[in-house]
T-cell receptor, first 115, second 113 residues
């Protein structure tokens, strides 16, 4: 069975500081990995995804993530955080077209940005 | 752009009522999902559907049922609402072509009193 762990429930950073959100997954084969963002009162929006190829993937809003197979990790990074990045972030692992495209989501990390 | 819409943003129902939550997607996606989201518990899958009239239970199906009569529409039904079903409900869809990125609706915040 696949699973996702986001070790940090809540992270606070100052505006302009760098950000790294951690994600560890458990999956038997090559995973499909995603990061989603949820602004208050909204649904989730995809930030970026990894299926294969280059292990450093670029996403929207200046985010990037690096797939590290040896560490079973897919950490999300941003070099300089903006106040508008305050939101909840979810890491997810999927199985591709098997299993009806189901993804398993982590419990989320809430990001607070200090002025 | 893919659009997933949900029939209500906020809903207040009484205990014991039958509740319908509707979700519509406009991108001809094969797969559709219903999640509930509670603080500290992340997203939990209630039911999903991989084709018209096809459905499978997710992780927490108890107290819920679903209906998918048309490809674009996936309904979540609470047969007899209870206070512990007060939650945010999120609908999502994915193409079913191997790229299982999910597209989410804005959510329905349901309160059962």
């Amino acid at each position: 069975a696949q699973s996702v762990t986001q070790p940090d429930i809540h992270i606070t950073v100052s505006e302009g500081a760098s950000l790294e959100l951690r994600c560890n997954y458990s999956y038997g084969a090559t995973p499909y990995l995603f990061w989603y963002v949820q602004s208050p009162g909204q649904g989730l929006q995809l930030l970026l995804k990894y299926f294969s190829g280059d292990t450093l993937v670029q996403g929207i809003k200046g985010f990037e993530a690096e797939f590290k197979r040896s560490q079973s990790s897919f950490n999300l990074r941003k070099p300089s955080v903006h106040w508008s990045d305050a939101a909840e972030y979810f890491c997810a692992v999927g199985a591709g077209n098997t299993n009806a495209g189901k993804s398993t989501f982590g419990d989320g990390t809430t990001l607070t940005v200090k002025p | 752009d893919v659009k997933v819409t949900q029939s209500s943003r906020y809903l207040v129902k009484r205990t014991g009522e039958k509740v319908f939550l509707e979700c519509v997607q406009d991108m001809d996606h094969e797969n559709m999902f219903w999640y509930r989201q509670d603080p500290g518990l992340g997203l939990r899958l209630i039911y999903f559907s991989y084709d018209v009239k096809m459905k499978e239970k997710g992780d927490i199906p108890e107290g819920y049922s679903v209906s998918r009569e048309k490809k674009e529409r996936f309904s979540l039904i609470l047969e007899s609402a209870s206070t512990n079903q007060t939650s945010m409900y999120l609908c999502a869809s994915s193409s079913g072509t191997g790229d299982d990125e999910q597209y989410f609706g804005p959510g329905t915040r349901l309160t059962v009193t």
